[in-house]
């Protein structure tokens, strides 16, 4: 009997205690982000009557998507064992060139949003070449970076002063919705292909030989994830206008645009050679070049990527704030945005992590901070708490690897 016939016919029960094994020996995935969140929302549910309302819920997708955006950026440099510091002030001054093109010169949004990510691009180049080329440790490389982006978008917004906006097709991607029709055509649609792609692969590996997953494990876990994201756009297709004549309803503009860069990095990291090689550099860079990867090239790439994403990010802000100012994408940003990957489960020590998990880890951080300001929190509890989650998560990385490692 196959391995693959045994797993077929494994028991739910057996299903378990395999995961539970995976566990203990340090595979433990997005579970500590998944508890955090439900425990939070628990939490902050029952301390404000307002936060588990249509309009918070609304307004935590919005809060969240550019952090989420640079997030899923900095998975590819992360799961490298790299570090880009510079990513918060690269979304600034991709952020930063997208108006000026728009505002001043009159650019289209479309040729203008495709120059400020070229720009992006370009800049991840030069951190990319200076880490991967001269070998300069890319903690250096990009602290230089984030203050020399600092100054950059000093220089193009000029200090105190802000750059407005007012294209209402980049205004409308933080600030409008989809009609309730087009938020149940887009979860109808996201739902077939994630069933199709779901059983597409149970199907290849079945056929490859190799161990599936449990058939009826899987059914369960999508219809679960299906009724989550059904109730969810149901909750956002209700009236949360505040008067009759100021409607608004239906699913946020931003969360398409979430989903489909979700999509094309799951599909870059798990379905392409590229893909497989940040995992092999990721997981030991002197046998991924014995194996003939070009580890220098995949580590450019990686740069190239996270800051094409924050240029995407920067267009957010822009959008969020109907302004880029020399703010924008500083502060708490960054912080945010790495604590995001890695609390939601990516490792900072190279080689394990997902694009869903910079997801999780972003609306746990959104979670925090929006809980936190309606129970009327100030930012140094909200920094505390944050910084404290994060240091949690870090650790149960090193911990989980040790034990990977032992085992």
């Not at 946020?252 to 799951?266: E, R």
């Amino acid at each position: 009997m196959t391995t693959q016939a045994t797993l077929e016919k494994e028991s739910l029960k057996g299903a378990a205690s395999n995961y539970l094994s995976r566990i203990k020996s340090g595979d433990i995935g997005s579970l500590p982000a998944v508890l955090g969140l439900v425990a939070l929302i628990a939490v902050f549910g029952f301390m404000s009557e307002y936060f588990l309302t249509n309009r918070n819920f609304a307004n935590l997708l919005t809060q969240a998507a550019p952090v989420m955006v640079i997030a899923m950026g900095l998975v590819f440099v992360l799961l490298l064992g790299e570090i880009d510091l510079s990513a918060g002030y690269a979304s600034g001054v991709c952020g930063a060139v997208l108006v000026l093109l728009v505002t001043d010169h009159g650019w289209s949004w479309y040729t203008a949003l495709g120059m400020s990510i070229v720009v992006g691009a370009a800049l991840g180049t030069f951190i990319g070449i200076l880490v991967s080329r001269l070998g300069i440790p890319s903690f250096v490389v990009t602290l230089a970076a984030f203050l020399a982006f600092q100054g950059i978008l000093l220089l193009l917004a000029g200090e105190g002063g802000t750059i407005q906006i007012a294209d209402e097709t980049i205004l409308a991607v933080e600030n409008s919705n989809m009609t309730p029709m087009q938020g149940w055509i887009l979860w109808a649609v996201a739902s077939a292909l994630y069933v199709l792609s779901g059983l597409r692969r149970i199907n290849s590996r079945r056929k490859a030989g190799l161990v599936v997953e449990l058939t009826q494990l899987w059914a369960m876990k999508t219809v679960a994830l299906l009724i989550i994201t059904g109730v969810a756009v149901f909750q956002l297709n209700q009236e949360r206008g505040l008067s009759e004549t100021n409607s608004t309803k239906g699913v946020p503009y931003v969360t398409p645009l979430i989903l489909i860069i979700l999509i094309a990095g799951t599909f870059l990291l798990s379905k392409t050679a590229f893909g497989r090689h940040i995992y092999a550099v990721g997981g030991n860079a002197e046998a991924a070049r014995r194996a003939g990867i070009n580890v220098k090239r995949v580590r450019t790439i990686a740069f190239v990527l996270c800051s094409s994403l924050a240029a995407v990010a920067g267009m957010l802000f822009a959008s969020r704030m109907n302004s880029i100012s020399p703010s924008t994408g500083g502060s708490s940003t960054l912080l945010y945005a790495v604590g995001a990957a890695v609390i939601g489960g990516v490792s900072l020590f190279g080689g394990k992590g997902r694009m869903r998990d910079a997801i999780l880890g972003g609306l746990v951080v959104a979670v925090i901070d929006n809980g936190m300001g309606l129970l009327g929190y100030g930012a140094g509890i909200q920094f505390l708490v944050t910084g404290a989650v994060l240091l949690v998560s870090a650790g149960v990385d090193a911990i989980s690897r040790r034990g990977a490692l032992t085992n």
